[in-house]
Protein backbone atom coordinates (compact mmCIF):
# COMPACT_ATOMS: atom_id res chain seq x y z
CA UNK A 1 0.00 0.00 0.00
CA UNK A 2 1.33 3.13 -1.18
CA UNK A 3 1.43 5.80 2.11
CA UNK A 4 1.24 9.46 1.32
CA UNK A 5 3.80 10.48 3.72
CA UNK A 6 3.87 14.18 4.00
CA UNK A 7 -0.09 14.57 4.79
CA UNK A 8 -0.09 11.19 7.09
CA UNK A 9 3.01 12.81 8.94
CA UNK A 10 2.04 16.18 9.04
CA UNK A 11 -0.73 15.21 10.77
CA UNK A 12 1.28 13.56 13.34
CA UNK A 13 1.63 15.96 16.68
CA UNK A 14 5.03 16.15 18.13
CA UNK A 15 4.29 14.68 21.28
CA UNK A 16 3.78 11.35 18.85
CA UNK A 17 6.66 12.09 17.22
CA UNK A 18 8.53 11.91 20.59
CA UNK A 19 7.35 8.15 21.43
CA UNK A 20 9.79 5.78 21.72
CA UNK A 21 8.09 3.20 19.36
CA UNK A 22 5.97 4.10 15.70
CA UNK A 23 3.35 1.64 14.31
CA UNK A 24 2.74 1.28 11.41
CA UNK A 25 -1.45 0.33 10.65
CA UNK A 26 0.07 -1.79 7.17
CA UNK A 27 3.56 -2.35 8.49
CA UNK A 28 5.57 -3.40 12.16
CA UNK A 29 6.11 -2.35 14.95
CA UNK A 30 9.90 -0.57 14.90
CA UNK A 31 11.34 0.79 18.35
CA UNK A 32 14.12 2.93 17.41
CA UNK A 33 15.36 3.25 21.31
CA UNK A 34 15.48 -0.63 21.71
CA UNK A 35 18.86 -2.19 21.28
CA UNK A 36 18.74 -3.56 17.62
CA UNK A 37 22.28 -4.84 17.23
CA UNK A 38 21.25 -7.15 14.25
CA UNK A 39 18.60 -4.92 12.57
CA UNK A 40 19.27 -4.07 9.17
CA UNK A 41 18.15 -0.35 10.24
CA UNK A 42 21.41 1.13 11.96
CA UNK A 43 21.23 4.91 10.76
CA UNK A 44 23.22 8.15 12.69
CA UNK A 45 22.32 10.36 13.39
CA UNK A 46 18.89 8.72 14.47
CA UNK A 47 15.89 10.54 12.24
CA UNK A 48 12.95 11.78 13.61
CA UNK A 49 10.45 8.67 12.74
CA UNK A 50 10.98 5.56 11.35
CA UNK A 51 8.19 2.86 10.02
CA UNK A 52 9.34 -0.08 9.17
CA UNK A 53 7.54 -1.65 6.36
CA UNK A 54 7.23 -5.07 5.25
CA UNK A 55 9.45 -6.31 3.06
CA UNK A 56 12.66 -5.27 0.40
CA UNK A 57 13.46 -3.41 -2.14
CA UNK A 58 16.01 -5.14 -4.57
CA UNK A 59 18.47 -3.41 -6.19
CA UNK A 60 18.58 -4.18 -10.02
CA UNK A 61 21.46 -4.13 -12.23
CA UNK A 62 20.11 -0.92 -14.43
CA UNK A 63 19.32 1.49 -11.97
CA UNK A 64 17.37 4.51 -13.20
CA UNK A 65 17.45 7.88 -11.26
CA UNK A 66 14.31 10.00 -11.75
CA UNK A 67 15.40 13.69 -11.26
CA UNK A 68 12.99 16.32 -12.57
CA UNK A 69 15.03 19.48 -11.49
CA UNK A 70 18.22 17.43 -12.18
CA UNK A 71 20.41 21.02 -12.82
CA UNK A 72 19.16 21.44 -9.00
CA UNK A 73 20.21 18.43 -8.11
CA UNK A 74 23.39 17.23 -9.76
CA UNK A 75 25.31 16.44 -6.63
CA UNK A 76 23.04 13.95 -5.29
CA UNK A 77 22.59 12.41 -8.44
CA UNK A 78 26.88 12.39 -8.64
CA UNK A 79 26.64 11.27 -5.57
CA UNK A 80 24.44 8.26 -5.73
CA UNK A 81 25.93 7.28 -9.53
CA UNK A 82 29.58 7.09 -7.99
CA UNK A 83 28.14 5.10 -4.61
CA UNK A 84 25.78 2.78 -6.14
CA UNK A 85 27.88 2.19 -9.65
CA UNK A 86 31.08 1.39 -7.74
CA UNK A 87 31.08 -1.53 -5.33
CA UNK A 88 27.69 -2.95 -7.16
CA UNK A 89 29.50 -3.01 -10.57
CA UNK A 90 25.94 -1.84 -11.96
CA UNK A 91 24.43 0.69 -14.17
CA UNK A 92 23.16 4.15 -12.82
CA UNK A 93 21.81 6.28 -15.27
CA UNK A 94 19.69 9.49 -14.68
CA UNK A 95 16.83 11.26 -16.57
CA UNK A 96 14.75 14.49 -16.14
CA UNK A 97 12.19 13.02 -18.29
CA UNK A 98 8.64 11.28 -16.62
CA UNK A 99 9.39 7.64 -16.78
CA UNK A 100 7.47 4.52 -15.42
CA UNK A 101 10.76 2.15 -14.71
CA UNK A 102 12.43 4.99 -12.79
CA UNK A 103 13.84 2.69 -9.40
CA UNK A 104 15.09 6.03 -7.45
CA UNK A 105 12.93 9.24 -7.23
CA UNK A 106 14.10 12.41 -6.31
CA UNK A 107 11.51 14.55 -5.64
CA UNK A 108 11.59 18.80 -4.94
CA UNK A 109 8.36 19.85 -3.52
CA UNK A 110 6.26 22.18 -5.39
CA UNK A 111 4.83 23.26 -2.08
CA UNK A 112 7.08 23.84 0.91
CA UNK A 113 6.69 21.04 3.53
CA UNK A 114 6.62 23.07 6.59
CA UNK A 115 7.19 20.16 8.66
CA UNK A 116 10.77 19.41 7.27
CA UNK A 117 11.94 22.72 6.39
CA UNK A 118 14.96 23.73 4.24
CA UNK A 119 17.07 20.52 5.09
CA UNK A 120 14.60 17.84 5.87
CA UNK A 121 13.54 15.10 4.17
CA UNK A 122 10.95 12.03 3.44
CA UNK A 123 12.74 8.70 2.50
CA UNK A 124 9.76 5.84 0.91
CA UNK A 125 11.18 2.61 0.34
CA UNK A 126 8.75 -0.30 -1.40
CA UNK A 127 9.44 -2.96 -2.99
CA UNK A 128 9.17 -1.15 -6.45
CA UNK A 129 10.66 1.83 -5.72
CA UNK A 130 12.91 4.46 -3.68
CA UNK A 131 11.41 8.11 -3.35
CA UNK A 132 13.38 10.92 -1.85
CA UNK A 133 11.22 13.98 -1.35
CA UNK A 134 12.58 17.54 0.03
CA UNK A 135 12.07 21.45 -0.10
CA UNK A 136 15.71 21.92 -0.85
CA UNK A 137 18.92 19.91 -2.51
CA UNK A 138 20.37 19.49 0.86
CA UNK A 139 17.57 17.95 1.93
CA UNK A 140 17.31 15.34 -1.09
CA UNK A 141 21.25 15.06 -0.33
CA UNK A 142 20.85 13.92 3.10
CA UNK A 143 17.90 11.57 2.11
CA UNK A 144 20.49 9.94 -0.33
CA UNK A 145 23.24 9.81 3.11
CA UNK A 146 20.21 7.79 5.01
CA UNK A 147 19.51 5.64 1.64
CA UNK A 148 23.12 4.63 1.83
CA UNK A 149 22.60 3.37 5.61
CA UNK A 150 19.69 1.27 4.70
CA UNK A 151 21.79 -0.98 2.36
CA UNK A 152 24.65 -3.46 3.16
CA UNK A 153 27.61 -1.95 4.88
CA UNK A 154 29.47 -3.58 1.70
CA UNK A 155 28.13 -0.10 -0.25
CA UNK A 156 30.99 1.75 1.25
CA UNK A 157 33.89 -0.30 -0.37
CA UNK A 158 35.76 1.53 -3.19
CA UNK A 159 35.97 -1.18 -5.46
CA UNK A 160 33.17 -3.69 -6.71
CA UNK A 161 32.24 -6.50 -4.04
CA UNK A 162 31.08 -9.60 -5.70
CA UNK A 163 28.32 -12.18 -4.09
CA UNK A 164 26.24 -8.70 -1.94
CA UNK A 165 22.15 -9.11 -2.00
CA UNK A 166 21.57 -5.54 -1.99
CA UNK A 167 18.86 -5.02 -0.43
CA UNK A 168 16.98 -2.03 1.37
CA UNK A 169 14.29 -2.80 3.68
CA UNK A 170 11.18 -1.23 3.24
CA UNK A 171 10.74 1.66 5.54
CA UNK A 172 8.99 5.22 5.44
CA UNK A 173 11.33 7.89 7.30
CA UNK A 174 10.49 11.88 8.16
CA UNK A 175 13.71 13.48 9.28
CA UNK A 176 14.85 17.18 9.40
CA UNK A 177 17.79 18.41 11.45
CA UNK A 178 17.35 19.89 15.44
CA UNK A 179 19.86 22.49 14.71
CA UNK A 180 21.23 24.39 11.34
CA UNK A 181 25.27 24.35 12.63
CA UNK A 182 26.14 21.01 12.60
CA UNK A 183 30.21 21.51 12.81
CA UNK A 184 33.56 20.30 12.86
CA UNK A 185 37.07 22.21 13.48
CA UNK A 186 39.94 21.14 11.57
CA UNK A 187 43.05 21.91 12.87
CA UNK A 188 45.36 22.64 9.85
CA UNK A 189 47.71 24.86 11.71
CA UNK A 190 49.45 22.82 13.98
CA UNK A 191 50.27 20.47 11.72
CA UNK A 192 49.87 20.81 7.57
CA UNK A 193 46.88 18.34 5.60
CA UNK A 194 47.11 18.11 2.08
CA UNK A 195 44.17 19.77 0.04
CA UNK A 196 43.21 15.86 -0.99
CA UNK A 197 42.82 15.00 3.16
CA UNK A 198 41.16 17.84 3.64
CA UNK A 199 38.19 16.27 0.99
CA UNK A 200 38.59 13.15 2.22
CA UNK A 201 38.16 14.17 5.68
CA UNK A 202 35.01 16.52 4.03
CA UNK A 203 33.86 13.15 2.45
CA UNK A 204 33.92 11.75 5.82
CA UNK A 205 31.77 14.70 7.98
CA UNK A 206 28.78 14.38 5.18
CA UNK A 207 27.78 10.82 5.23
CA UNK A 208 26.50 11.78 9.14
CA UNK A 209 25.25 15.09 7.86
CA UNK A 210 27.64 17.63 8.88
CA UNK A 211 27.12 21.05 7.26
CA UNK A 212 30.33 23.23 8.63
CA UNK A 213 33.90 22.62 8.58
CA UNK A 214 35.62 24.95 10.59
CA UNK A 215 39.45 25.28 9.09
CA UNK A 216 41.86 26.49 11.68
CA UNK A 217 44.46 28.00 9.26
CA UNK A 218 47.22 29.56 11.35
CA UNK A 219 48.89 29.25 15.15
CA UNK A 220 51.92 29.57 16.05
CA UNK A 221 52.75 25.87 14.37
CA UNK A 222 52.31 27.62 11.02
CA UNK A 223 50.17 30.06 9.06
CA UNK A 224 48.72 27.89 6.02
CA UNK A 225 46.59 30.63 3.97
CA UNK A 226 48.49 32.59 0.60
CA UNK A 227 48.17 36.31 1.47
CA UNK A 228 49.41 38.47 -1.58
CA UNK A 229 51.31 41.41 -0.43
CA UNK A 230 52.96 39.30 2.92
CA UNK A 231 54.85 36.39 0.86
CA UNK A 232 56.71 35.51 3.86
CA UNK A 233 53.40 34.47 5.80
CA UNK A 234 54.02 30.71 3.67
CA UNK A 235 57.92 31.53 2.87
CA UNK A 236 58.26 31.27 6.03
CA UNK A 237 55.26 31.51 8.83
CA UNK A 238 54.23 28.10 6.89
CA UNK A 239 57.47 25.79 7.76
CA UNK A 240 59.18 24.58 10.80
CA UNK A 241 61.40 21.58 12.26
CA UNK A 242 59.71 18.15 12.43
CA UNK A 243 59.34 16.65 15.86
CA UNK A 244 57.71 13.53 16.89
CA UNK A 245 56.81 12.82 20.95
CA UNK A 246 54.82 14.62 23.00
CA UNK A 247 54.22 18.12 21.51
CA UNK A 248 54.75 21.10 24.22
CA UNK A 249 58.21 19.25 25.59
CA UNK A 250 59.95 19.12 22.58
CA UNK A 251 63.80 20.27 22.54
CA UNK A 252 64.33 23.58 20.65
CA UNK A 253 65.41 23.27 17.10
CA UNK A 254 69.18 24.32 16.52
CA UNK A 255 69.78 26.85 14.11
CA UNK A 256 71.53 24.96 11.40
CA UNK A 257 68.18 22.39 11.65
CA UNK A 258 66.53 22.62 8.56
CA UNK A 259 62.82 24.23 8.31
CA UNK A 260 60.71 22.18 5.83
CA UNK A 261 58.11 20.55 7.58
CA UNK A 262 54.97 22.43 6.87
CA UNK A 263 52.84 23.70 4.01
CA UNK A 264 50.05 25.64 3.04
CA UNK A 265 47.25 26.26 0.55
CA UNK A 266 47.10 29.34 -2.58
CA UNK A 267 44.09 30.78 -2.81
CA UNK A 268 43.12 28.85 -5.99
CA UNK A 269 43.41 25.59 -3.47
CA UNK A 270 41.17 27.07 -1.04
CA UNK A 271 38.85 28.06 -3.38
CA UNK A 272 38.54 24.53 -4.85
CA UNK A 273 38.01 23.00 -1.63
CA UNK A 274 35.21 25.86 -1.16
CA UNK A 275 33.57 24.55 -4.29
CA UNK A 276 34.44 20.86 -3.19
CA UNK A 277 32.84 21.51 0.04
CA UNK A 278 29.95 23.52 -1.50
CA UNK A 279 28.62 20.66 -3.82
CA UNK A 280 28.38 18.54 -0.44
CA UNK A 281 26.13 21.10 1.27
CA UNK A 282 29.32 22.21 3.07
CA UNK A 283 30.25 25.74 3.95
CA UNK A 284 33.89 26.24 5.01
CA UNK A 285 34.00 28.75 8.15
CA UNK A 286 37.92 30.30 7.89
CA UNK A 287 39.75 31.14 10.85
CA UNK A 288 42.37 33.15 11.31
CA UNK A 289 43.62 32.80 15.24
CA UNK A 290 44.71 36.44 16.68
CA UNK A 291 45.95 38.17 18.29
CA UNK A 292 47.43 35.01 20.39
CA UNK A 293 48.52 32.53 18.55
CA UNK A 294 49.96 34.58 15.84
CA UNK A 295 53.59 33.71 16.26
CA UNK A 296 53.88 32.33 12.67
CA UNK A 297 52.92 35.47 11.78
CA UNK A 298 55.15 37.45 14.26
CA UNK A 299 58.12 35.10 12.67
CA UNK A 300 57.62 36.39 9.33
CA UNK A 301 57.00 39.62 10.43
CA UNK A 302 58.09 40.97 13.55
CA UNK A 303 57.03 44.70 13.30
CA UNK A 304 53.48 43.36 13.78
CA UNK A 305 54.89 42.45 17.86
CA UNK A 306 55.53 44.77 20.50
CA UNK A 307 58.26 42.99 21.53
CA UNK A 308 61.64 44.15 20.21
CA UNK A 309 62.94 40.95 20.54
CA UNK A 310 60.75 39.43 18.20
CA UNK A 311 63.35 39.54 15.62
CA UNK A 312 64.60 36.70 16.37
CA UNK A 313 62.00 34.66 16.81
CA UNK A 314 61.02 31.57 15.07
CA UNK A 315 57.75 29.08 13.94
CA UNK A 316 57.23 27.26 17.09
CA UNK A 317 58.00 23.21 16.12
CA UNK A 318 56.25 21.84 19.72
CA UNK A 319 58.87 23.43 21.99
CA UNK A 320 57.67 24.91 25.28
CA UNK A 321 56.57 28.42 24.86
CA UNK A 322 53.74 29.04 27.44
CA UNK A 323 53.68 28.73 31.15
CA UNK A 324 50.22 27.26 32.52
CA UNK A 325 50.93 27.06 36.04
CA UNK A 326 49.14 29.94 36.77
CA UNK A 327 46.03 28.60 34.42
CA UNK A 328 44.10 30.95 31.66
CA UNK A 329 45.67 33.33 30.26
CA UNK A 330 48.98 31.60 30.06
CA UNK A 331 52.25 33.56 31.11
CA UNK A 332 54.05 33.47 27.68
CA UNK A 333 57.60 32.93 27.48
CA UNK A 334 57.73 34.30 24.21
CA UNK A 335 55.33 37.02 23.00
CA UNK A 336 53.31 35.09 20.65
CA UNK A 337 50.65 38.00 20.31
CA UNK A 338 50.09 41.15 17.99
CA UNK A 339 50.31 44.33 19.16
CA UNK A 340 46.95 45.99 19.74
CA UNK A 341 49.17 49.69 19.96
CA UNK A 342 50.83 49.26 16.60
CA UNK A 343 48.19 50.30 13.46
CA UNK A 344 50.65 48.14 11.24
CA UNK A 345 48.86 45.44 13.18
CA UNK A 346 45.16 46.61 11.97
CA UNK A 347 46.57 47.24 8.11
CA UNK A 348 47.70 43.98 7.84
CA UNK A 349 44.26 42.33 9.16
CA UNK A 350 42.84 44.85 6.77
CA UNK A 351 44.58 43.30 3.95
CA UNK A 352 44.24 39.18 5.29
CA UNK A 353 40.71 39.47 6.32
CA UNK A 354 39.97 41.50 2.45
CA UNK A 355 41.47 38.39 0.71
CA UNK A 356 40.12 35.62 3.19
CA UNK A 357 36.69 36.99 2.75
CA UNK A 358 36.95 36.88 -1.19
CA UNK A 359 37.40 32.97 -0.74
CA UNK A 360 35.08 32.10 1.43
CA UNK A 361 31.21 32.89 0.91
CA UNK A 362 30.23 31.74 4.14
CA UNK A 363 28.83 34.81 5.93
CA UNK A 364 30.82 34.21 9.13
CA UNK A 365 34.89 34.76 9.58
CA UNK A 366 36.19 33.59 12.94
CA UNK A 367 38.96 35.59 14.51
CA UNK A 368 40.20 33.72 17.23
CA UNK A 369 40.93 35.56 21.09
CA UNK A 370 41.87 32.44 22.84
CA UNK A 371 44.43 31.79 25.48
CA UNK A 372 46.09 35.55 24.32
CA UNK A 373 48.85 35.92 27.24
CA UNK A 374 49.07 39.41 28.55
CA UNK A 375 52.77 39.50 30.35
CA UNK A 376 53.91 41.28 27.46
CA UNK A 377 51.86 43.90 27.15
CA UNK A 378 51.95 44.64 30.99
CA UNK A 379 55.67 45.52 30.06
CA UNK A 380 55.00 47.61 27.12
CA UNK A 381 55.73 51.28 26.75
CA UNK A 382 52.75 51.55 23.55
CA UNK A 383 50.01 49.50 25.68
CA UNK A 384 50.41 51.77 28.51
CA UNK A 385 50.30 54.74 26.72
CA UNK A 386 47.26 52.82 24.53
CA UNK A 387 45.58 52.42 28.03
CA UNK A 388 46.01 56.16 28.99
CA UNK A 389 44.74 57.23 25.28
CA UNK A 390 41.76 54.72 25.54
CA UNK A 391 41.05 55.24 29.02
CA UNK A 392 41.57 51.31 29.43
CA UNK A 393 42.04 49.67 33.34
CA UNK A 394 42.67 46.09 32.24
CA UNK A 395 44.72 43.50 30.10
CA UNK A 396 41.15 42.39 29.06
CA UNK A 397 40.05 45.91 28.10
CA UNK A 398 43.22 46.20 25.96
CA UNK A 399 42.09 42.72 24.12
CA UNK A 400 38.90 44.11 23.86
CA UNK A 401 40.20 47.29 21.79
CA UNK A 402 41.64 45.26 19.63
CA UNK A 403 38.50 43.15 18.95
CA UNK A 404 36.24 45.82 18.35
CA UNK A 405 38.57 47.27 15.76
CA UNK A 406 39.01 43.68 14.13
CA UNK A 407 35.06 43.48 14.35
CA UNK A 408 34.56 46.35 11.83
CA UNK A 409 37.57 45.44 9.66
CA UNK A 410 35.57 42.17 9.52
CA UNK A 411 32.32 44.07 8.78
CA UNK A 412 33.58 46.26 6.24
CA UNK A 413 34.81 43.07 4.41
CA UNK A 414 31.20 42.08 4.11
CA UNK A 415 31.45 38.96 7.03
CA UNK A 416 29.89 38.61 10.49
CA UNK A 417 32.82 38.38 13.26
CA UNK A 418 32.80 35.39 14.52
CA UNK A 419 35.54 34.63 17.90
CA UNK A 420 36.15 32.48 21.24
CA UNK A 421 34.61 32.78 24.27
CA UNK A 422 37.02 34.66 25.90
CA UNK A 423 36.42 38.27 23.66
CA UNK A 424 33.25 38.83 26.41
CA UNK A 425 35.81 39.61 28.71
CA UNK A 426 36.82 42.70 27.48
CA UNK A 427 33.64 43.88 25.88
CA UNK A 428 32.22 43.56 22.27
CA UNK A 429 29.29 44.67 20.41
CA UNK A 430 26.11 42.23 20.37
CA UNK A 431 26.91 41.72 16.92
CA UNK A 432 30.03 39.18 18.17
CA UNK A 433 28.87 35.55 17.12
CA UNK A 434 30.73 33.47 20.22
CA UNK A 435 31.71 29.57 20.39
CA UNK A 436 32.37 28.66 23.70
CA UNK A 437 35.45 26.22 24.41
CA UNK A 438 36.41 26.58 27.85
CA UNK A 439 32.47 25.84 29.39
CA UNK A 440 29.16 25.24 28.28
CA UNK A 441 28.31 28.03 31.25
CA UNK A 442 30.13 30.96 28.90
CA UNK A 443 28.03 30.13 26.03
CA UNK A 444 24.83 30.31 28.31
CA UNK A 445 26.52 33.53 29.53
CA UNK A 446 26.65 35.27 25.95
CA UNK A 447 23.21 33.49 24.73
CA UNK A 448 21.45 35.11 27.83
CA UNK A 449 23.25 38.52 26.06
CA UNK A 450 21.85 38.09 23.17
CA UNK A 451 24.86 36.90 21.25
CA UNK A 452 24.58 34.29 19.01
CA UNK A 453 26.44 31.31 20.53
CA UNK A 454 28.17 27.96 18.68
CA UNK A 455 28.58 25.69 21.58
CA UNK A 456 31.83 23.85 21.32
CA UNK A 457 32.40 22.74 25.24
CA UNK A 458 35.86 21.20 25.98
CA UNK A 459 34.21 18.58 28.39
CA UNK A 460 32.18 17.18 25.41
CA UNK A 461 33.49 17.93 22.20
CA UNK A 462 37.44 17.90 22.46
CA UNK A 463 38.16 15.41 19.65
CA UNK A 464 41.83 15.95 20.66
CA UNK A 465 41.41 14.62 24.28
CA UNK A 466 42.36 10.80 24.68
CA UNK A 467 39.32 8.55 24.21
CA UNK A 468 40.24 5.90 26.77
CA UNK A 469 43.37 5.62 28.95
CA UNK A 470 46.48 6.99 28.42
CA UNK A 471 48.93 3.57 29.09
CA UNK A 472 46.91 3.43 25.47
CA UNK A 473 45.88 6.88 24.23
CA UNK A 474 48.28 9.15 22.62
CA UNK A 475 48.87 10.94 25.34
CA UNK A 476 46.94 14.27 25.91
CA UNK A 477 46.46 16.46 29.45
CA UNK A 478 42.63 15.38 29.37
CA UNK A 479 40.18 12.38 28.30
CA UNK A 480 37.10 12.47 26.91
CA UNK A 481 35.11 8.91 26.42
CA UNK A 482 32.71 7.95 23.59
CA UNK A 483 29.85 7.89 26.26
CA UNK A 484 30.46 11.45 27.63
CA UNK A 485 30.68 13.01 24.25
CA UNK A 486 27.04 11.25 23.27
CA UNK A 487 25.66 13.63 26.99
CA UNK A 488 26.04 16.46 25.30
CA UNK A 489 23.18 18.71 24.59
CA UNK A 490 23.94 22.15 22.54
CA UNK A 491 20.78 23.60 24.02
CA UNK A 492 21.02 23.71 27.51
CA UNK A 493 18.07 23.97 30.27
CA UNK A 494 17.32 28.21 31.16
CA UNK A 495 18.62 29.55 27.72
CA UNK A 496 16.13 30.54 24.83
CA UNK A 497 17.31 28.07 21.64
CA UNK A 498 17.20 30.93 18.93
CA UNK A 499 20.37 32.58 20.22
CA UNK A 500 21.73 28.67 20.03
CA UNK A 501 23.11 28.14 16.24
CA UNK A 502 24.21 24.70 16.73
CA UNK A 503 27.39 22.97 18.02
CA UNK A 504 30.76 21.98 16.67
CA UNK A 505 33.17 19.10 17.77
CA UNK A 506 36.96 20.62 17.55
CA UNK A 507 39.86 18.63 16.21
CA UNK A 508 43.34 20.00 17.49
CA UNK A 509 46.52 18.48 16.09
CA UNK A 510 49.02 18.99 18.31
CA UNK A 511 49.58 15.16 18.97
CA UNK A 512 47.95 14.58 15.37
CA UNK A 513 50.21 13.88 12.71
CA UNK A 514 48.43 12.63 10.01
CA UNK A 515 44.98 11.69 8.07
CA UNK A 516 44.69 8.96 9.79
CA UNK A 517 45.16 9.99 13.04
CA UNK A 518 42.94 12.76 12.30
CA UNK A 519 40.24 10.23 11.08
CA UNK A 520 41.05 7.85 14.41
CA UNK A 521 40.20 10.92 16.83
CA UNK A 522 37.19 11.77 15.10
CA UNK A 523 35.59 8.36 14.64
CA UNK A 524 33.41 7.37 16.37
CA UNK A 525 33.10 10.69 18.80
CA UNK A 526 32.02 12.57 15.69
CA UNK A 527 28.84 10.25 15.39
CA UNK A 528 28.36 11.24 18.78
CA UNK A 529 28.10 14.91 18.21
CA UNK A 530 26.45 14.99 14.69
CA UNK A 531 23.32 12.78 16.91
CA UNK A 532 23.24 16.16 19.52
CA UNK A 533 22.59 18.84 16.64
CA UNK A 534 20.71 16.65 14.34
CA UNK A 535 18.44 14.25 16.07
CA UNK A 536 15.79 14.94 18.49
CA UNK A 537 16.63 15.39 22.01
CA UNK A 538 13.79 12.78 23.51
CA UNK A 539 15.62 10.21 20.80
CA UNK A 540 19.15 10.05 22.57
CA UNK A 541 19.71 6.55 24.19
CA UNK A 542 22.81 5.39 24.73
CA UNK A 543 22.38 1.87 24.60
CA UNK A 544 20.71 2.50 21.17
CA UNK A 545 23.13 4.38 19.99
CA UNK A 546 25.92 2.46 20.73
CA UNK A 547 24.24 -0.45 18.97
CA UNK A 548 23.85 1.02 15.87
CA UNK A 549 27.84 2.54 16.25
CA UNK A 550 28.95 -0.55 15.59
CA UNK A 551 27.24 -1.60 13.06
CA UNK A 552 28.77 1.98 11.68
CA UNK A 553 32.34 0.33 12.63
CA UNK A 554 31.75 -2.06 10.11
CA UNK A 555 30.97 0.36 7.34
CA UNK A 556 34.57 2.44 8.47
CA UNK A 557 36.41 -1.10 7.48
CA UNK A 558 34.82 -1.25 4.34
CA UNK A 559 34.79 2.38 3.84
CA UNK A 560 38.80 1.98 4.90
CA UNK A 561 38.42 5.48 7.05
CA UNK A 562 39.69 4.61 10.68
CA UNK A 563 38.49 4.80 13.85
CA UNK A 564 38.72 4.27 17.63
CA UNK A 565 38.13 0.70 19.40
CA UNK A 566 38.88 2.65 22.74
CA UNK A 567 35.10 2.41 23.73
CA UNK A 568 35.76 -1.34 24.48
CA UNK A 569 39.23 -0.69 26.41
CA UNK A 570 38.29 -1.31 30.62
CA UNK A 571 38.32 1.89 33.15
CA UNK A 572 40.99 1.79 35.61
CA UNK A 573 40.09 3.24 38.99
CA UNK A 574 42.51 2.77 41.79
CA UNK A 575 42.91 3.16 45.62
CA UNK A 576 44.78 2.12 48.61
CA UNK A 577 43.37 -0.20 51.39
CA UNK A 578 43.74 0.34 55.04
CA UNK A 579 46.52 -1.73 54.57
CA UNK A 580 47.79 0.73 51.80
CA UNK A 581 47.58 -2.15 48.70
CA UNK A 582 46.60 -1.36 45.89
CA UNK A 583 42.71 -2.39 45.12
CA UNK A 584 42.05 -1.75 41.23
CA UNK A 585 38.54 -1.99 40.06
CA UNK A 586 37.80 -2.17 36.39
CA UNK A 587 34.25 -1.23 34.49
CA UNK A 588 33.59 -0.50 30.59
CA UNK A 589 31.60 1.81 29.02
CA UNK A 590 29.83 -1.17 26.75
CA UNK A 591 27.54 -3.39 29.16
CA UNK A 592 28.11 -6.12 27.96
CA UNK A 593 31.49 -7.19 28.18
CA UNK A 594 33.82 -9.47 30.69
CA UNK A 595 37.11 -8.68 31.40
CA UNK A 596 40.02 -10.95 31.85
CA UNK A 597 43.01 -9.76 33.21
CA UNK A 598 46.61 -11.03 34.34
CA UNK A 599 49.22 -10.37 36.49
CA UNK A 600 52.05 -12.80 35.71
CA UNK A 601 53.17 -10.71 33.07
CA UNK A 602 51.36 -13.68 30.26
CA UNK A 603 48.51 -12.19 28.08
CA UNK A 604 45.01 -12.56 29.26
CA UNK A 605 42.43 -14.54 26.86
CA UNK A 606 38.64 -16.13 27.68
CA UNK A 607 40.57 -18.68 29.70
CA UNK A 608 42.23 -16.76 32.59
CA UNK A 609 40.34 -14.89 35.50
CA UNK A 610 37.56 -13.16 34.52
CA UNK A 611 36.84 -9.76 36.51
CA UNK A 612 34.47 -10.49 39.32
CA UNK A 613 35.40 -8.14 42.02
CA UNK A 614 38.26 -4.85 42.63
CA UNK A 615 41.45 -6.78 42.16
CA UNK A 616 44.10 -6.39 45.25
CA UNK A 617 47.47 -6.28 43.35
CA UNK A 618 50.28 -8.93 44.16
CA UNK A 619 53.03 -7.47 46.34
CA UNK A 620 55.73 -7.70 43.66
CA UNK A 621 53.47 -7.81 40.58
CA UNK A 622 55.05 -5.33 38.14
CA UNK A 623 51.94 -5.23 35.30
CA UNK A 624 48.11 -5.94 35.47
CA UNK A 625 47.20 -6.72 31.59
CA UNK A 626 43.89 -6.75 30.95
CA UNK A 627 41.73 -7.34 27.80
CA UNK A 628 37.90 -7.43 26.88
CA UNK A 629 35.56 -10.18 25.43
CA UNK A 630 31.77 -10.54 23.92
CA UNK A 631 31.17 -14.22 24.64
CA UNK A 632 34.17 -16.17 23.56
CA UNK A 633 35.49 -13.42 20.76
CA UNK A 634 38.12 -10.74 21.47
CA UNK A 635 36.97 -7.40 21.14
CA UNK A 636 38.95 -4.98 23.16
CA UNK A 637 42.90 -3.99 22.88
CA UNK A 638 45.15 -5.58 25.18
CA UNK A 639 46.07 -3.34 27.83
CA UNK A 640 49.49 -3.60 29.88
CA UNK A 641 49.00 -1.41 33.21
CA UNK A 642 52.40 -1.18 35.00
CA UNK A 643 51.78 -1.51 38.52
CA UNK A 644 53.84 1.50 39.08
CA UNK A 645 51.34 3.57 37.15
CA UNK A 646 48.62 2.25 39.94
CA UNK A 647 51.44 3.62 42.17
CA UNK A 648 51.24 6.53 40.89
CA UNK A 649 47.84 6.77 40.76
CA UNK A 650 47.11 6.15 44.18
CA UNK A 651 50.14 7.38 46.56
CA UNK A 652 51.23 6.35 49.56
CA UNK A 653 49.84 8.96 51.94
CA UNK A 654 52.47 10.11 54.62
Known amino acids: MKLLLSSMLLSVSLSAIAQSTVIAT ?310 NTLCPANEKVYEFLDTVVAQVAKIFPFEYMHMGGDEAPHNYWEKNPQIAELMKRENLKTMAQVQGYFERRLEKIVAKHGKRFMAWDEVLEGGVSQSTAVMSWRDMKYGVEAAKNKHEVVMSPTQYAYLDYMQADEITEPKVYKGLRLSRTYEFDPVPEGVDPKYIKGGQGNLWTEQVYNIRQAEYMTWPRGFALAESVWSPKEKKNWKNFFSRTEQHFGRLDIAETKYAPSVYDPIFNVKRTADGKLLVTLSTEVEDLDIYYSFDNSFPDQFYPKYTEPLVVPIDANTLRVITYRGKKPIGRMMNMPVEELNKRAPIKK
Open 26 to 335: DGMVFNPTANHAHSEIAIIPEPVTVIKQEGHFILPQSILIHAPKSTELKQSITFLQERLGIPTGYFVSSTAAASTSANIKLVLTDRNDALIGSEGYHLQVTPQQITITANKPAGIFYGVQTLMQLLPKEIESKEEVKDIKWQIPCINITDYPRLGWRGLMFDVARHFFTKEEVKQYIDAMVRYKYNILHLHLTDDEGWRIEIKGYPKLTEVGAWNVKRVGTFGNFIPPKPDEPRNYGGFYTQEDLKELVAYAKDRFVNILPEVDVPGHSLAAIASYPELSCTPEAVNYKVRSGERIMDWSRGAPPLAMVD
